[in-house]
């Protein structure tokens, strides 16, 4: 999957929560994965994804939802979990892993999260999933979803084709200029990366906290 190529660079991933100058010198890898080990395990991550949820709501609750207003959702690290999966493969990136994990159904659903979608369609909004993983993961991204909860949906979007060649933002600002045309009314977007948010066709931004790994483009 072309978004997460950025893995490959193994715990590079995680040094952007220790951005340097060029007179410093980078943090120890072991270190930067132990931090960031320590922060999802300690609860610490779960306080700063509660108050994203909690500002959310409120903004969401200004709303006046109609019957074609969507609410947009990334999956990994948004809608469904992969640390457990991320430790598997020491915070660095294995092909094969990644893709037994996700055909074995075994991420969880974020619970914050689930909450914000159970809220949201009690508001009468619709709900889309706007993924970067590839077409041929659909069906299991799909059965993953409605085995973690997330039952209810229009539906589900994935990279197909040359999509698989965009950049992370491009492509979803791409499918939300489309939806719209599709007669769609966004109010937000949900995602882990600013990839997921940015562009055109927002709404309402939803930054879901991600310390495992950092889409850039």
């Known amino acids: 999957m072309k978004l997460f190529l950025n893995l490959t660079l193994t715990l590079s991933l995680t040094l952007f929560l220790f951005s340097c100058t060029k007179d410093e010198k980078p943090i120890n890898l072991t270190i930067a994965r132990n931090e960031v080990k320590q922060y999802y395990e300690s609860g610490k991550y779960d306080e700063e994804l509660n ?9 969401f609750n200004e709303v006046k939802f109609k019957e074609n207003t969507v609410v947009i959702f990334d ?14 493969m020491d915070f660095g990136y294995v092909y094969e892993l990644n893709k037994q994990w996700n055909a074995e159904l075994k991420a969880p659903a974020i619970s914050q999260v689930k909450e914000l979608y159970e ?9 889309i999933f706007l993924t970067g993983r590839n077409f041929y993961e659909y069906e299991v991204t799909y059965q993953n979803l409605v085995k973690e909860g997330y039952t209810v949906f229009d539906t589900l979007i994935t990279q197909i084709g040359d999509e698989t060649k965009m950049k992370a933002k491009d492509f979803k600002s791409g499918k939300r200029i489309w939806l719209t045309k599709q007669g769609y009314d966004i109010a937000g ?4 990366q600013w990839s997921d948010l940015e562009g055109y066709y927002h709404g309402i931004q939803v930054k879901i906290p991600n310390y495992l790994y950092l889409i850039e483009d």
């Open 119 to 127: 809220f949201l369609l009690s508001k009468g909004s619709k709900i």
């Open 75 to 88: 999956i990994d690290e948004t809608a469904l979990n992969n640390y457990g999966l991320a430790e598997q």
């Open 51 to 59: 108050k994203v949820i909690a500002d959310a709501k409120k903004k």
């Open 189 to 192: 977007t949900v995602g882990d």
